[in-house]
Each structure stands twice: as C-alpha cells, then as structure tokens.
C-alpha cells in the first residue's frame, strides 16, 4: 500500500525508527535504525506487512534494499523479521554472491538461518537477484562514547544474534578508536559474519 515516507526521524531505538509525517508517528522497523540521524528529513522506503493480529511497517533507505528484503520474503520459511536481518548486513554484494554461489556455509551465518533454510534461499533466488555495482553509504550518527556501543550491541539483539554471541564480540570491538553507532553495528556484523 505504502511505497515510501518522506518525513523526520524523531526517534531511533535498537530495533525501529519513528518518522514524523506532517504531525503523524509512524514506527518503522528497518535493520539498521542507528544509520539513520535523528530530527532529519529522509525518505524511508516502506514495506507494510499485514496479518490477522498486526500491521506493521518495514523501512529501508534505498529501493533496491526493498526489492531484495521482498525477494528474500518470497523464499519459504522467510518472515519479515528474518529478512531485515538478512539486510542488516550492509554487504549485499556478499549476500546476493552466496545465493548465485549455492554458498550454505555463508547463508547459514545469518540469525535463526540453518542448512535447510540456507539451501531454500538458494533454490528459490538463485539467478533471480543481480549485483548493484553502485555502493550504497551510511548516514553516520554522531556520538563516540561508550553508550554508542551498548546501543550498537542491543540493535544486534534486536536483529535475533543471541546475547552470548554479542557478548563475544564486545572486547573486540572496543579496541581501536571509539566508533558511532552505525560504525559499531557493521563492524559486529562483520565480526559475526566470519564467525
């Protein structure tokens, strides 16, 4: 029903987005809400998911991150919520070159993700989703304390990585120069990624 929200992000939280538009909140679900900058004018491309009991709203800030987050739920067994997890990742590339690849091993990282899984996302999107050679960027979220990686380690959660495989990674990812939010994130998905 929804192709997109051209409004302001008024609140960000580890798993959803809130966009104000023109005086009406609407929560968005999107993977990686700490890419997006509070108070700022963004237009958030929606999908909108409608059961018996919900109606809910998925978010994502470019089209083609739509187009593959609706590929993925044509793939049995996929829900809205395995999807966005499947997106988080920033590394679609990746992604889509394991589906052409029948690549298990890397599918099978994803949250909730097992071999039969892995191996319906092949079969039903192999051939069926194309590499975009243009890199989509990040809005970065400023902030460089600690609270930027708790909030980095929650939206982890959020995404359905166990608290023990986070936890794992917090030693590594406090080391170096303290990074936003965003940064934080992609770098745990990284780290859970080669895991």
């Given at each position: ?26 929560l ?33 800030k ?103 495989e ?30």
């Amino acid at each position: 029903m929804y192709e997109y929200l051209n409004g302001t992000v008024v609140d960000i939280t580890p798993s959803y987005i809130v966009v104000d538009l023109n005086g009406v909140g609407f929560l968005v679900n999107v993977a990686n809400p700490y890419s997006f900058k509070i108070n700022e004018s963004q237009k958030v491309f929606v999908y909108q998911a409608v059961s018996e009991t919900d109606l809910t709203l998925y978010g994502f800030k470019k089209k083609e991150d739509k187009e593959l987050f609706l590929n993925l739920l044509k793939v049995k067994g996929i829900g809205p919520k395995s999807g966005l997890a499947i997106l988080a990742n920033d590394d679609h590339t990746g992604l889509i070159n394991a589906i052409n690849n029948n690549d298990v091993n890397y599918l099978k990282k994803f949250p909730k993700i097992g071999p039969k899984a892995a191996q319906q996302i092949i079969l039903d999107l192999k051939g069926k989703v194309a590499t975009n050679d243009e890199e989509g960027t990040l809005f970065q979220v400023s902030g460089t304390s600690n609270s930027a990686l708790d909030e980095a380690l929650e939206a982890l959660i959020a995404l359905g990585y166990s608290e023990r495989e986070v936890k794992k990674l917090t030693k590594a990812l406090e080391q170096g120069a303290s990074k936003t939010t965003d940064q934080y994130i992609s770098a745990g998905l990284k780290l859970l990624m080669k895991g």
